[in-house]
C-alpha cells in the first residue's frame, strides 16, 4: 500500500471513530431506547468484527499455505466439510444471532405506557412545530422535555415525509402524512441533545434541526409552569415599540404570539421564541445580531423557507429584534 493511501485510509477510520465519538452519537445513549439500539449496535459489530477476522486469517493461511503445499496433478478436492461449516452453519448461526437481537430489540421499545408525558411534534417544511397538550404551550424546534418520566411523542405531517431523529434518545421514527406515528421513550440523563430530520424532505431537509433539552423533573416543572401563562408585557420601551411594528406588519399574519392579535399558523409560534437556541431550526444562532440578519433576509440564510424579506426601516428592525428577544 502506497503511502498516500495509507494515510487516507487511516484518515477515514479515524474521522469514523470520531463521528461515534461526537456529542450526537447513537453510540453516547441518554435514553432507555437508544441503550437498546446501542446494545444492539454493539452485538452486531463484535459478531462483524468475528466475521471479519475469520475471513481474512484463512485468506492469509491460503496465500501462505498455497505457496508452499501444491496438490498433486488430479488429487480430488476435500472441501465439503469446509464449505459446510464456513459456507453454511457460520452464516445460519450468524444470521440467527443477528435476528434474535433484533426482535427482541424491537420487543423493548415502543411499548404503551398509560402515565406517559404527551407531546405532539409536527413537521413542517422545514422546521418542527411542539405542542404540549396537557399545558397548551406550542413552541417550535426545541423541545423541552422531563427526565426520567415516560413520554410519548405524537408525530405528523401534512406536508411531505420527514423523519424525527435524535440520535443520543432514540432510533428515526418516520413523519408521514395521514398516519400519526408514536414515539416511546424515557430520557436518563439530563443535557442538551441535537437531532436531525432524517429524510430528505426538500431543498431545506438539511436545516431541518430539533434541540431537545432534557431538564430534571424539576427544572421542567418549573419551565412548564412559566411557560403555560401567556408572556407579560414587554419590559423595555423599546420592545414594547417593536410590539407595535409585530402587529403593524406581515408578521402577525404568519405567526402567533400568545396573548397577542397575532394568531398566524404558517410559520413557527414565536411566543418563546427569544428563548429558542437557535433561529430558522438550526439555521442561525438566536441573538440580535443573527435575528437582524434573519428578518432582513431569510432567503439568504434558508432559500426556499416560506418567510419572505420584509422591507423595514433600520429603526423598526432594531425595535423588533428587541421585542422578538424578550418574548422568553
Ligand atoms: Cu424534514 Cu428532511
Known amino acids: 500500500m502506497s503511502r498516500t493511501r495509507r494515510v487516507l485510509l487511516l484518515a477515514v477510520i479515524v474521522g469514523t471513530l470520531a463521528a461515534c465519538g461526537s456529542d450526537s452519537s447513537i453510540l453516547d445513549a441518554r435514553g432507555n431506547e437508544a441503550r437498546h439500539i446501542a446494545g444492539a449496535w454493539w452485538v452486531m459489530f463484535g459478531l462483524a468484527i468475528a466475521v471479519y ?7 492469509i493461511t491460503a496465500v501462505v499455505r498455497g505457496r508452499r503445499r501444491r496438490r498433486p496433478e488430479g488429487a480430488p478436492a476435500s472441501d465439503g466439510a469446509f464449505i459446510w461449516i464456513g459456507g453454511i452453519v457460520i452464516p445460519v448461526v450468524v444470521l440467527a444471532l443477528v435476528g434474535i437481537v433484533t426482535v427482541r430489540t424491537t420487543a423493548a421499545l415502543r411499548k404503551p405506557e398509560t402515565r406517559a408525558l404527551r407531546v405532539d411534534v409536527h413537521g413542517e417544511d422545514w422546521w418542527w412545530a411542539i405542542h404540549y397538550p396537557a399545558s ?23 406536508n411531505v415525509i420527514h423523519s424525527f431523529w435524535v440520535p443520543q434518545i432514540g432510533g428515526k421514527v418516520d413523519v408521514i402524512p395521514g ?59 423599546l420592545a414594547a415599540q417593536g410590539a407595535v411594528v409585530f402587529q403593524r406588519i406581515a408578521c402577525a399574519g404568519c405567526h402567533t404570539v400568545r396573548g397577542t392579535q397575532a394568531v398566524g399558523t404558517k410559520g413557527p409560534d ?5 428563548s429558542r437556541h437557535t433561529l430558522g431550526a438550526g439555521t442561525l444562532e438566536n441573538n440580535a445580531r443573527e435575528m437582524r440578519r434573519w428578518i432582513t433576509d431569510p432567503q439568504r440564510y434558508k432559500p426556499g423557507a416560506l418567510m419572505p424579506a420584509i422591507p423595514l426601516s433600520a429603526d423598526d428592525r432594531t425595535k423588533l429584534v428587541a421585542y422578538l428577544l424578550s418574548l422568553r
Open 136 to 158: 397548551g404551550i406550542t413552541t417550535a424546534n426545541d423541545l423541552h422535555l422531563p427526565v426520567g418520566r415516560p413520554i410519548e411523542l405524537r408525530l405528523t405531517s401534512d
Open 270 to 274: 414565536l411566543t418563546m421564541v427569544g
Open 53 to 59: 477476522v475469520g475471513v481474512a486469517g484463512f485468506i
Open 179 to 237: 398516519q400519526p406515528n408514536y414515539f416511546r421513550f424515557t430520557i436518563e440523563r439530563a443535557g442538551r441533545y441535537r437531532g436531525q430530520c432524517a429524510e430528505f424532505c426538500g431543498i431545506q431537509h438539511a436545516n431541518m434541526a430539533i434541540y431537545l433539552f432534557a431538564d430534571p423533573p424539576g427544572l421542567f416543572d418549573r419551565w412548564e409552569a412559566a411557560h403555560a401563562q401567556p408572556p407579560s408585557e414587554p419590559s423595555s420601551e
